[in-house]
């Protein structure tokens, strides 16, 4: 063999076995994020920089739980069943659209028309309102053997549901009757009221991985534990179950106490998850355990909470992890699916796997090796003052790629607009505990920065597979946290954290912009290429006029990215209601379009009958907006 072929066959094997996480295909979105990897990327490209501002609605489909609570006298006579928004991603398999509802049923809708096709109800909302935030969905999963075609959906207090996506009736042969009781099987006795699933499963070959959400009070010894689980596709078997809180003899036992697997609870995946295929792995964001800022009663690093784990999904077996926070307090759980890149880093061809955090970091792995690409160092960090806390004295930071938002809370973070609100800016800090990143939250008011929603948030980040580009939304979010000290010298101390938003001075921001943004990076390098805010920000507050200040982003949350061939589309939402369209290579806002409710949702594109749709969720939340699907199109 000539030597000079060496390098081009590995090339060609790389790219060969890559295939798998190219995106969203033939025009279809066949998965959460386009594809297992969750690259939320399609080459689709009739829709361009150069028609965009064209866009227009092509339909709009109202929520088949409309007619359910206008008609259904159960849901009438149970009080509310307000929703905390809608906020799901549909998929578009084979020429139809297919979604959840807010209170459980799933529709299946033409795609160029948007008329409903079918709807099922499973009756889920009998059993009452679901955990953490109630009335809630984020989609559904899909699955065929080539002969079969099933839509897995978990949802409710708390079930799998298996579908045929022909008829929307439930497969007789999945469970007892189309569904699994996902409240059985996790090994100890739980209060309904506090499990859910807010996301959908993942699958994997024949495999249909489970997660969980649940409420994340303060008493650790009531919360369920976030043990994951795979089913079998065609019956409903459980397969295997994952401890994320190790039992006894298992590898990561010595990192808690000796009988913590009987009574603690959390360590959760309630976010999305991502899956290898090729390799048989499923890559789980494990979140913290319960309570969020105290664990006084987990000494120890506390695997799995806090990491990325990678199992054979046909097994359950830990292929590897890494945990990006020890013993952590302060809710930095993983929050969003990691996104599976493949990459050349200094010539050499990685199968790689990208996990973003609330903290601002992406830490990048080998996806079937665990090792890092890039350095990770454990740094020392400041020690809990708090009684009977014993954080730990490090915690590992990513040498690349940089930061995507600023962390910690000093007094060189905060506003200085003018030297007026400089000062009451100090007046306000000054009178909570802070400091840098991974300072522990002390007896009384305490910042947190990032705060519980980020930073970075389930909405994740997107890939382009063709330019090895990652975008990664993220705000400026934080918390303050109340820790309440004993009741009396005798007591044992009572932990009750009270998370709550704090204003800045006059209405304004308390720290310094950008306070929601756009970064693209170079995965390849691990350099940032280009960052811009997303949204203009206060800057038409009173007491900011004449300063002539750039855009600074809108301290709101954002909906998740859609990457096509040349544009980038997020929205904004609670309280913007758009949707922003950039320009991959610059960052440029090419185009906005002004929204009739709430957005923070993640977009999808197909193609039907020749044309490109864009379709989103809007609606939802207290303010009872309508729950709705939404379609793009040129004219």
Known sequence: MKYWLIPLLASCLFLDSALAQQGARDGEWRSYGGDAAHTKYSPLDQINADNVQRLQVAWTWESVDQALRENNEVIQNRGSFRTYAYEVTPLMVNGVLYTTTSLGQIAAIDPVSGETLWSFDPVLYLDGRPAVHGFMTRGLSYWTDGRQERLFYAGGRTFLLSIDSATGRPDPDFG??????????????????????????????????????????????????GHVRGFDARTGEMLWIFHTIPHPGEFGADSWPDDAWEYTGGANVWTLMSADEELGLVYLPVGTTVPDYYGGHRAGDNLFANSLVALHADSGERAWHFQFVHHSVWDYDPPAAPNLIDIVVDGRPIKAVAQITKQGFTFVFDRETGEPVWPIEERAVPASTVTGEFTSPTQPFPTRPPLFLVNGATEDDLIDFT?????????????????PLYTPPAPGDNIIRPGWSGGANWWGAAYDPETNRLFVPSWAHFSTVNINPPESPDSDLTIRPQVRQLSGPRGLPLFKPPYSQLVAFDMNRGEKLWHVPVGTGPTDHPDLQGLELAPMGNFEKLGGPLLTKTLLFIGQGFETNRLGVYDKETGEELWWLQLPARFHAAPITYLADGKQYIVFALGGGASGEAERLMALALP
């Open 419 to 435: 030297p007026e609100l400089r000062a009451e800016a100090l007046e306000i800090f000054s009178q909570y505990h802070s400091g």
């Open 176 to 225: 007892r009757g189309g569904r699994v009781d996902l409240k059985r099987g996790l090994g100890r006795t739980i209060d309904p009221s506090l499990y859910a699933v807010s996301s959908p499963p993942v699958v994997v070959g024949d495999v249909v991985v489970v997660g969980s959400a649940m409420t994340e009070g303060t008493d650790f010894r009531e919360a369920p534990p």
